[in-house]
């Protein structure tokens, strides 16, 4: 079957950068993302943009509607639950392309903030999320060097939302961006382990199917892209978790 060029989330990595390539769960990158990276502290909880609440929201022109806590409250923790926790590492497990093996690590530098590090064997990629009471949003999805830090928080909170990563109610047909709620309580079969009550959101194009699978606790544990060609067969490209490492 000839490779067809993909244009939706399951190779956003595909650019090749210089970069690190080394999978099976072995440390892809060394930054320092302790949270300071140059900041003499993360961001106090009483500061005016803690709890959620995203700085000159009405200027952003992200076309999200604004969900936080008007009292800046602090954020519903449930959401987090969706995210592995701080210093977490997982290697997921990859088919039908060769860039869908991943090994991923997690770190929450700042108050709200959680950021990912996708390493795909050819190159790294830096997400970053914000997390509020309903959902949690997209603020930076770019190729890094595995040297490069977390960004100071002055820097994040500069940042105009990209998009929204995931968001409640997690009910069936409950719609956010492109991506639709199809289930809330599926089994989902990985290497690593059989989930159980797992939530799928799923987008759909002309030609392909992007699903995401998250579980409570692990957060996204497989990701499968279904595209189609015609007069040949679907091209299915999975990743799925085979290993994570909690702190």
Known sequence: MKKVPFLFFLLISLLVVSACSKLNGEDVTAPDNSGNSGQTTPLDKNDSDAGGEIKDKDKDNDGVEELDDPNAEIKDPAML???????????????GNEYAELD???????????MIYENNGGSMVRKLYKVEKDRILTLEEKHVDVTENAPPVAEIEKMAVTGVYLQK????GATFGKWTVVDTDATVDTPYKKFEHAIVIEEQGDSYINRKYFVEGFGEVKRESVMTVKGEDDLLVTSSMESVTKP
Not at 169 to 172: L, V, W, Y
């Open 81 to 95: 639950d969706y995210l592995l926790p701080d210093s977490s590492k997982a290697h997921y497990e990859g088919a």
């Open 104 to 114: 991923v690590q997690v770190y929450h530098p700042y108050e709200e903030y959680v």
């Open 169 to 172: 109610p997690f009910e069936k």
